[in-house]
């Protein structure tokens, strides 16, 4: 026994090594337990309660800025007053764009960017709405441009986001004005790539991406992207097409998280 | 480095992690602070204390930062940690240059185990692709470690 103990202590680098890794590839392949989960929503919620205050002083540090941009803003706007007859066309386009969101009847819930992770490619964010809020985990977080992604874990006044630059982020998706759906998933960048597209369908540049509804996490026709590119893959009977996502994650300060679909009641 | 004075650094690297890191942030690459921490704790106080503090600054960033691969970030500090360890007080050993090489080795092994993971399908279907994110990485990050070298050289 003590020959053994001697050899641990003397190999102490080594057993640690060793014991440590084995855990690590443990939790690597009991990411989903329930217990894992649990400590891992009151780990974003002890941290968001830090980071709470330093995104309110951000915030208050951007105030200034903002102002300075709103009041240049201000004087533009006050310039261009004699072109807003002009923009009839568009505040019909917008008229129809909120009778649509009135339409969907998605119940929103408001959120803060906390955080934006903290591993060299960022797979997550933190908000701050949590169950207390109604959020609960796999719900659709969206910007005001399209998809950001979904909830993966909850804790009482926070929750973790995985955003679509996280390889494991999937979302099947409608390309409009063809109909044609298929799965996307992030490349790089502001890129993403819809595969199992059928070949015979007809999907040109600039046509629109758009949540397929197909998922129970996705309400349909939630904007996704735009078509930049399309490619014939040889021998298969699918084609790849590259999309330009609509939420650029490196700018997003507030998303929404998505309570409800009211079509689905 | 004594236990208090590893405790205030990782502390520190932590917030300098959280706060600097989203703004160095290039094409949705970051540095990778705590990696740098661990492979300079390796060498100056060898793997016992380099995996220890690699397992726990890893459960703390996917605690908090990870949408999946919870363990990940663990395994990866472990293992630079206990390689990192083999270089205390081989620094007299080695010319300067195979030390250095070793220790950027160790930084590209940590990283291109981090991109196979993130990144497994561009391994086989654009394995271009896959390089480019490995180097770009690995490449971030070591140049911070190269500019640290003039301030607080390894060995």
């Given at each position: 026994?003590?020959?053994?103990?001697?050899?641990?202590?003397?190999?102490?680098?080594?057993?640690?090594?060793?014991?440590?890794?084995?855990?690590?590839?443990?939790?690597?392949?009991?990411?989903?337990?329930?217990?894992?989960?649990?400590?891992?929503?009151?780990?974003?919620?002890?941290?968001?309660?830090?980071?709470?205050?330093?995104?309110?002083?951000?915030?208050?540090?951007?105030?200034?800025?903002?102002?300075?941009?709103?009041?240049?803003?201000?004087?533009?706007?006050?310039?261009?007053?004699?072109?807003?007859?002009?923009?009839?066309?568009?505040?019909?386009?917008?008229?129809?764009?909120?009778?649509?969101?009135?339409?969907?009847?998605?119940?929103?819930?408001?959120?803060?960017?906390?955080?934006?992770?903290?591993?060299?490619?960022?797979?997550?964010?933190?908000?701050?709405?949590?169950?207390?809020?109604?959020?609960q985990k796999n719900m659709a977080v969206v910007s005001s441009d399209g998809v950001v992604?979904?909830?993966?874990?909850?804790?009482?006044?926070?929750?973790?986001?995985?955003?679509?630059?996280?390889?494991?982020?999937?979302?099947?998706?409608?390309?409009?004005?063809?109909?044609?759906?298929?799965?996307?998933?992030?490349?790089?960048?502001?890129?993403?790539?819809?595969?199992?597209?059928?070949?015979?369908?007809?999907?040109?540049?600039?046509?629109?991406?758009?949540?397929?509804?197909?998922?129970?996490?996705?309400?349909?026709?939630?904007?996704?992207?735009?078509?930049?590119?399309?490619?014939?893959?040889?021998?298969?009977?699918?084609?790849?097409?590259?999309?330009?996502?609509?939420?650029?994650?490196?700018?997003?300060?507030?998303?929404?998280?998505?309570?409800?679909?009211?079509?689905?009641? | 480095?004594?236990?208090?004075?590893?405790?205030?650094?990782?502390?520190?690297?932590?917030?300098?992690?959280?706060?600097?890191?989203?703004?160095?942030?290039?094409?949705?690459?970051?540095?990778?602070?705590?990696?740098?921490?661990?492979?300079?704790?390796?060498?100056?106080?060898?793997?016992?204390?380099?995996?220890?503090?690699?397992?726990?600054?890893?459960?703390?960033?996917?605690?908090?930062?990870?949408?999946?691969?919870?363990?990940?970030?663990?395994?990866?500090?472990?293992?630079?940690?206990?390689?990192?360890?083999?270089?205390?007080?081989?620094?007299?050993?080695?010319?300067?240059?195979?030390?250095?090489?070793?220790?950027?080795?160790?930084?590209?092994?940590?990283?291109?185990?981090?991109?196979?993971?993130?990144?497994?399908?561009?391994?086989?279907?654009?394995?271009?692709?896959?390089?480019?994110?490995?180097?770009?990485?690995?490449?971030?990050?070591?140049?911070?470690?190269?500019?640290?070298?003039?301030?607080?050289?390894?060995?």
């Amino acid at each position: 026994m003590r020959r053994i103990y001697l050899a641990i202590v003397s190999n102490r680098q080594h057993v640690t090594f060793f014991l440590l890794l084995l855990i690590s590839v443990r939790l690597l392949f009991i990411n989903n337990a329930p217990n894992v989960q649990l400590i891992r929503s009151k780990a974003i919620d002890t941290f968001s309660f830090f980071l709470v205050p330093l995104e309110y002083y951000r915030s208050l540090v951007g105030l200034h800025d903002e102002n300075d941009q709103l009041r240049n803003q201000n004087l533009q706007l006050k310039l261009e007053l004699e072109e807003f007859l002009n923009l009839k066309k568009d505040y019909d386009h917008l008229r129809e764009l909120l009778e649509f969101r009135k339409q969907s009847q998605l119940t929103l819930v408001p959120a803060n960017v906390l955080m934006k992770g903290i591993t060299p490619h960022a797979t997550s964010m933190i908000i701050d709405v949590g169950q207390k809020d109604g959020v609960q985990k796999n719900m659709a977080v969206v910007s005001s441009d399209g998809v950001v992604g979904k909830t993966i874990l909850c804790g009482d006044f926070s929750s973790t986001v995985q955003i679509y630059t996280d390889m494991n982020f999937r979302i099947s998706v409608r390309i409009q004005p063809n109909g044609t759906t298929g799965i996307l998933r992030w490349i790089g960048g502001n890129e993403a790539e819809i595969q199992e597209v059928r070949k015979n369908a007809d999907i040109s540049i600039g046509d629109r991406v758009v949540t397929s509804g197909f998922s129970n996490i996705f309400p349909k026709y939630l904007p996704v992207g735009t078509v930049t590119g399309v490619e014939n893959i040889r021998g298969r009977y699918e084609k790849k097409v590259r999309v330009e996502l609509a939420s650029d994650l490196s700018r997003i300060a507030d998303v929404f998280v998505v309570i409800k679909d009211a079509h689905e009641e | 480095m004594k236990n208090n004075q590893l405790i205030l650094i990782t502390l520190g690297v932590l917030a300098l992690q959280f706060l600097i890191g989203p703004w160095l942030t290039i094409r949705g690459v970051r540095p990778d602070f705590f990696l740098i921490l661990i492979v300079y704790i390796g060498v100056s106080n060898g793997s016992f204390f380099a995996v220890i503090v690699g397992f726990l600054c890893g459960l703390i960033i996917d605690g908090i930062g990870v949408g999946s691969y919870f363990g990940l970030s663990s395994l990866i500090y472990v293992l630079t940690g206990y390689l990192s360890g083999f270089l205390k007080g081989k620094y007299q050993r080695f010319i300067p240059a195979t030390f250095t090489i070793i220790w950027i080795g160790i930084v590209l092994l940590s990283f291109f185990i981090y991109s196979f993971f993130r990144f497994q399908y561009l391994w086989d279907t654009d394995f271009l692709q896959f390089l480019n994110i490995w180097i770009l990485t690995s490449f971030y990050t070591l140049s911070l470690m190269g500019i640290l070298q003039f301030v607080r050289p390894l060995r």
